[in-house]
């Protein structure tokens, strides 16, 4: 396991496959060169596949579907069911010639993190995507081409939260939580410290989906957490937890405190000089009233 590197690829095109080399070096000798790659399949007639997307800011998920046979459909639909029983639901669809069409779904988002490529439904292609991908997006996904059914995407999603969830101070204790939207298969979910050592590795069932990781002392350094998700021996989605350090915080509080205070006692020495030199010409033109007051020796 430990002798082992993956590469991940996500979200693949045609061009991306037979593109990859694995080399095993020491020293800068290349000791072994293995050639690998894979084919691509263009189109995903009556294709079911599984994906792995993380709820962070960055994740997204390509919902592509190509006609075949050179073919030109009058209507495509992208569906929706958050789970295998539930009723499907129309996310988004499109008459040929005409705009790709959002549809609004209770209880959802969809329509303000679907993004289209803003051109016309050519009766073959069509492709949308969901950015950022939330873990409620968790379900299946369905394209029709008129009445032919394309593709089918059993989307899996994985969260990782923080409890407490803001910044701690080092010595606290902190819980991390990693949860998935649902079980498939032979699931394990493992963390990786900022070190990169393996902790808390667990099998996953449907009853339990999200075992938690208790940091014992959140040391500076070790704050860079990963949940990692392995399906069938496969790793399958990485996603890291970033921990706030207080430190930090704190740091800035106290250099707010003195760039504050600098600034007041300048005010007042700036104060102070003005006052000052406000009061010295009313002291001379005093000064020069009762020198001429005075009677002259020779008047005498």
Known sequence: MDNTVYLMVRH???????????????????????????????????GGYTLYRSSTGHSELHLVC????????????WIWSPHHLQQWKVIASAERSQPIIITNVNGTNFVNRLVTSGKLFDGKDFNVRIVPVVFQDAGVYACYLERNLFSTIDLITVKVTAEPSDAVTEGDNVTLTCSVSHVIGSMRLFWINGDGKRVGEKALT????????????????RGNWRCVMFDQHLPRLFVPYYQKDNRNYTFIIRFVVIIGGLALLLVIVLAVVWYQRRRKPTGKVHEDILNA??????YQ
Do not use: M, W
């Not at 095109?13 to 000791?31: F, P, S």
């Not at 449907?206 to 350094?221: C, D, F, N, T, Y």
């Not at 007051?293 to 020779?298: E, K, L, R």
């Open 66 to 77: 190509s006609g075949s046979y050179g073919r030109n459909y009058s209507r495509a639909e």
């Open 206 to 221: 449907v009853e339990e989906k999200s075992p938690s990781l208790v940091i014992q002392k959140a040391e500076r350094g």
């Open 12 to 46: 693949v095109t045609v061009e991306d496959g037979k593109l990859y080399v694995c080399e095993v070096r020491e020293n800068g000798n290349i000791l072994h060169t293995s050639n690998t790659g894979f084919t691509v399949d263009k189109y995903l007639s009556y």
């Open 293 to 298: 007051a005075q009677i002259p020796p020779n």
